[in-house]
């Protein structure tokens, strides 16, 4: 196939048929799974993949990538090419229950789409996905670590994260200057701790990391005062960084139980 790799849409193509191999391995696809896969690219992983299923759906942005795809592969009926962007798709079309989402993840857009899909979650029974290593670092990031943040709560909260494998520049065309790393994401049926709002969850968490060196007393001012956070169990003095999962959880309730009141 003549495509030039198109850097908006953040093409690094898999040759590596080892690396290919070992990604199919852990998805595990089973007959019977309902798998999207979102920006299949040339094929690398939507050709094994197909092997093992009655149906797989793959959604790409590329009009001379499906162009390309339809030629190859088209021919078989299980595969379904949706010509999209998955930014802007509802997920709940492919169904309610147990989608099995995977990805070699364009880097430009690793974020919006995981944030994405976690509005899907109660559809999604779990998710793989190559990213930049260093996304997959701030994901499975655990309290009082420099890449802890924004990512790590709002996955961890729903999501059970596995950091599975590194990938290294050299296994894809053209080589990424970064390594890459495999993620499993597996969302929960609840979230981890008792969560009245996710909104204010997503204020709260933005707020607190979007100055990280400040304290929360300083960083969540406009949102929650002093006494708020000491009844919510947690010190003002401490940095967002410091914070685990569950006391985002409750500074969240607090601060939706405040606007609450105040209607
Ligand atoms: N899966 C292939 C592989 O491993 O070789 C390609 C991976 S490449 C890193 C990312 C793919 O996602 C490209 O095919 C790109 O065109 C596609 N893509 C980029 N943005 C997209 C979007 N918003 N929605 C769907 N596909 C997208």
Redesign the pocket.
Known sequence: MNHRP?KR???????DTTV?QHIIDVIHPQEQDHII??????????TPLLRHLQQLDV????SD?VAALKASIGQDSRLIIHE??????NFETFGHSDLRII???????STP?LFHLLSYRDCIKDMLF?LQKEVVDRICASSGNKQYGRLSIMLQCYCDVESLFVITPDA?TPSPKVDSAIVKLTPLREPRYELSDHESLKVIVREAFSQRRKTIRNALRKYLDESSIIESGIAPENRAENLEVADFVKLANHYHQQKINTL
Not at 37 to 46: F, N, Q, R, S, V
Not at 59 to 62: A, L, Q, S, Y
Not at 103 to 109: Q, T
């Open positions: 198109r849409f953040g093409q690094n193509f898999l040759h290919i896969e979102i920006g299949p690219g040339k094929g690398a992983l939507t959604i790409e942005i590329d990538l999209a962007d998955a930014l802007k798709l990805g070699n993840l364009p880097y430009n857009i789409i190559m894809f």
